[in-house]
Nanobody
Framework: QVSLRESGGGLVQAGSSLRLSCAAS??????????MGWFRQPPGKGREFVAA????????SYSDSVKGRFTISGDSAENIVYLQMNSLKPEDTAVYSC????????????????WGQGTQVTVSS
């Protein structure tokens, strides 16, 4: 069993930066092979893919809407994945959730087996 806990959300002005963290816990030996990612759900809309990282290779992928502004990175030793969000826009306002799975394609497709509770990010204009 893998548990995920997000932190770092908040209320910021447009143009600001925030860094979200997602800490994974469970059987330590199994976490090394996790693929992890971030999704978001804006108010009144469905969940959308933001970014994902394959921990073993470090390969990252991003949605077009955040590419060049957001960076996903991982700390394998601490089993934490970060989402550095720069140049935030009001349209980035959403609940951001962390996802994890041992199959990277499941994370990227939004079919991850493990999800966090989410953290609110609000960007004011």
């Amino acid at each position: 069993q893998v548990s995920l806990r997000e932190s770092g959300g908040g209320l910021v002005q447009a143009g600001s930066s925030l860094r979200l963290s997602c800490a994974a816990s469970g059987r330590t030996a199994s976490l090394y092979n996790l693929a992890m990612g971030w999704f978001r759900q804006p108010p009144g809309k469905g969940r959308e893919f933001v970014a994902a990282i394959r921990k073993r290779s470090g390969t990252a992928s991003y949605s077009d809407s955040v590419k060049g502004r957001f960076t996903i990175s991982g700390d394998s030793a601490e089993n934490i994945v970060y989402l550095q969000m720069n140049s935030l826009k009001p349209e980035d306002t959403a609940v951001y959730s962390c996802a994890a799975d041992f199959l990277p394609r499941n994370v990227e497709a939004g079919r991850a087996a493990h999800w966090g509770q989410g953290t609110q990010v609000t960007v004011s204009s």
